[in-house]
């Protein structure tokens, strides 16, 4: 009878264990490597490594983006969230004026739309276009 009770402790230690394991992994955490320097939240980021963290559990749409390595991060937050249907961890970008604006986060769990900003879509396009056809000055005495 005792080795049948110290059995069933053990088992229920285990499982009790892998609960608690389970319900420690962090949602929503990604790591990627991002080789170009680009725009999220307005602000202007140095290419490298970063990590995408929720900034709770409470609210989904709040995600912390931080880079260790260039002390470089944003606070991010989407307007719109979706559970990911494959696992396909990853950022997208939308390039305008040769800037790369972050527009979407997928992690494991979910899908995050990142707004972009109108207003900074045009000043780009228009620093791109202005860059384009700037006027060539040849000077002459």
Same mark, same amino acid.
């Given at each position: 009878?005792?080795? %049948?009770? $110290?059995r &069933?402790?053990?088992?229920? &230690?285990?499982? *009790?264990? &892998?609960? +608690?394991?389970?319900?420690?992994? $962090?949602?929503?955490?990604?790591? +990627?490597?991002?080789?170009?320097?680009?725009? $999220?939240?307005?602000?202007?980021?140095?290419?490298?490594?970063?990590? $995408? !963290?929720r900034?709770?559990?409470? !609210?989904?749409? #709040?995600?912390?983006? =931080? =880079?260790?390595?260039?002390?470089?991060?944003?606070?991010?937050? @989407?307007?719109e969230?979706?559970?990911?249907?494959?696992?396909?961890?990853s950022?997208?970008?939308?390039?305008?004026?040769?800037?790369?604006?972050l527009?979407?986060i997928?992690?494991?769990? %979910?899908?995050?739309?990142?707004?972009?900003?109108? @207003?900074?879509? &045009? #000043?780009?396009?228009?620093?791109? %276009?202005?860059? =384009?056809?700037? @006027?060539?000055? *040849?000077? =002459?005495?």
């Amino acid at each position: 009878m005792k080795k %049948h009770f $110290v059995r &069933l402790a053990i088992a229920f &230690l285990g499982f *009790s264990a &892998l609960a +608690i394991a389970a319900k420690a992994q $962090v949602p929503d955490q990604l790591v +990627i490597n991002i080789p170009y320097e680009f725009v $999220v939240a307005s602000k202007t980021l140095p290419p490298g490594t970063y990590r $995408v !963290n929720r900034v709770s559990d409470l !609210n989904e749409n #709040e995600l912390v983006l =931080s =880079s260790f390595e260039n002390r470089a991060g944003a606070f991010v937050i @989407s307007t719109e969230v979706e559970d990911a249907r494959v696992y396909k961890p990853s950022f997208t970008f939308e390039e305008i004026g040769g800037q790369h604006f972050l527009t979407k986060i997928e992690t494991a769990e %979910h899908v995050f739309a990142i707004p972009l900003s109108r @207003s900074a879509a &045009l #000043e780009a396009a228009m620093k791109s %276009h202005q860059g =384009s056809t700037g @006027s060539a000055a *040849s000077g =002459s005495n």
